[in-house]
């Protein structure tokens, strides 16, 4: 008797676990038709934002004389240089052939910064520093936000040290690039007498840390921009974003010495991802479930932090279904999106009436203090789907119903996808490829 009450507590658990993994089941958030027109329209604006070799760039005097091709962050002179965020945030998209990638991979790795030096506006430049972006016609790097001119980027209103991402977007540069090719011989092809390899290690460890931890951390006298797609705002102490990067790049950076049999290494950064998750959660999750962008100076709830995090799975059980379920209660009371794109900040959650964050170089509602962009789309529906489908789904088709009417192919008086606006009129750069791009890629993932 004994025996058989045992079984049908294992059959009830069973049951039990698998009715749990049922009603967590991710199901596509488009339909098959607004799916494949996502998708169609991600590879249009790709192409438009595609330079080739020796072709004059949108927006530029000059010419691509790289060598190969760029994918710059957008089409109609939009950013006219190979932004390395942008790239890496839209490679997974799945039109960029393994040339290109290489080509833009190892643009990146010959110019990583081989000497600490100081800018003429007083900012650092450290050893391993990964480009903010590239200058097509002569493949000089600027580490900086802000300007193109070489010889004047680096001050302080764009922080004293290059931003925090790009480090983390180069590794995964690579780790895409062996993901999709299987060429494990490119990470010991040295570019300027080191190996891609060492040059990964050397880029992962810019970031500064406090001493004994992980996280990501600036202070004000040594800030640098912790995201790239908010390098107008002032954010300093732990930083939420960076250190969502650098969870994702230890765990590619396992990957790729597990790939090469280097168990020891691999071993070490498993160990840094795990202590990142192991403190994440109680540094930066508020009791609403939202994560805070940092410690320090604009310790805000951060939608695009609490979003991505829950994407990357860096979120797990009561601490990501309490960020889900904010999300999704943020969307239905009206403070989260406009038109299906979204907003750093929820809302309800800005500074001041004067500010959505609390420093920022650009007025409230404009930009990336208050707009609305379409970039974080993906991870926000994936949030929200684990709390309320449906809601969910109506945020996507939301999103796509914006593109349909103001799709850039109808003709020069439409822009999107536009990399950000706001109800007040404001709108930015016309077709913008991470503003298709990123939640393509999260779209792709659910309806494949």
Not at 147 to 164: A, H, N, R, S
Not at 173 to 193: F, R
Not at 302 to 308: E, G, I, P, R, Y
Request: charged letters at 20%; glycine letters at 8%; proline letters at 6%.
């Amino acid at each position: 008797m004994k025996n058989i009450v045992i079984v049908f507590i294992l059959i009830f658990l069973v049951a039990f676990t698998v009715k749990g993994q049922e009603t967590t089941k991710l199901h596509p958030l488009l339909p098959v038709s607004d799916f494949e027109f996502l998708k169609q329209l991600t590879s249009d604006v790709l192409d438009s934002s595609q330079v080739l070799p020796v072709e004059k760039i949108p927006g530029r005097t000059g010419f691509n004389n790289t060598g190969g091709p760029l994918i710059v962050p957008g089409g109609r002179g939009c950013y006219p240089a190979f932004w390395i965020r942008d790239y890496a945030m839209s490679l997974e998209c799945g039109f960029i052939p393994a040339s290109s990638q290489k080509h833009m991979l190892l643009l990146a790795a010959s110019t990583q910064n081989g000497q600490t030096w100081i800018t003429q506006g007083g900012s650092m430049v450290p050893l391993g520093a990964i480009a903010d972006h590239i200058r097509p016609e002569d493949s000089l790097p600027v580490y900086f936000p802000g300007t193109y001119d070489v010889d004047k980027q680096g001050i302080p209103e764009y922080g004293w040290f290059p931003p925090y991402c790009d480090q983390f977007y180069f590794i995964h540069m690579a780790y895409v690039y062996v993901k999709t090719t299987s060429d494990l011989k490119i990470l010991s092809g040295e570019i300027n007498e080191m190996p891609l390899s060492a040059r990964l290690e050397m880029a992962f460890e810019v970031p500064p840390v406090r001493r004994g931890s992980d996280i990501v951390y600036t202070t004000d006298n040594f800030r640098g921009v912790d995201f790239g797609f908010r390098d107008v705002i002032q954010i300093t102490g732990d930083l939420c974003f960076p250190t969502i990067l650098k969870f994702r790049a230890a765990n590619e950076m396992a990957e790729l010495f597990e790939k090469t049999g280097n168990s020891e290494k691999a071993a070490w950064y498993r160990t840094i991802s795990e202590n990142i998750k192991s403190s994440f959660v109680a540094l930066f999750q508020d009791e609403s479930g939202m994560l805070l962008a940092s410690t320090g100076k604009s310790k805000q709830p951060d939608v695009w932090s609490t979003a991505l995090a829950a994407y990357f799975h860096l979120l797990e059980g009561q601490s990501l279904k309490k960020a889900c379920h904010c999300l999704s209660q943020a969307y239905k009371q009206g403070v989260l999106s406009y038109h299906g794109n979204i907003r750093h900040i929820l809302t309800t959650d800005d500074f001041s009436a004067e500010t959505a964050w609390e420093v920022s170089l650009a007025k409230k509602n404009t930009y990336q203090n208050g707009a609305y962009w379409g970039t974080p789309a993906g991870w926000v529906c994936y949030a929200i789907s684990l709390d309320d489908y449906n809601a969910a789904k109506k945020l996507a088709d939301e999103y796509v119903n914006d593109l349909r009417e103001n799709d850039f192919r109808k003709g020069g008086e439409y822009g999107a996808p536009y990399e950000c606006f706001h109800p007040s009129g404001h709108k930015q750069n016309p077709v913008y490829l991470a503003t298709v791009a990123c939640p393509y890629i999260v779209f792709k993932t659910l309806n494949e």
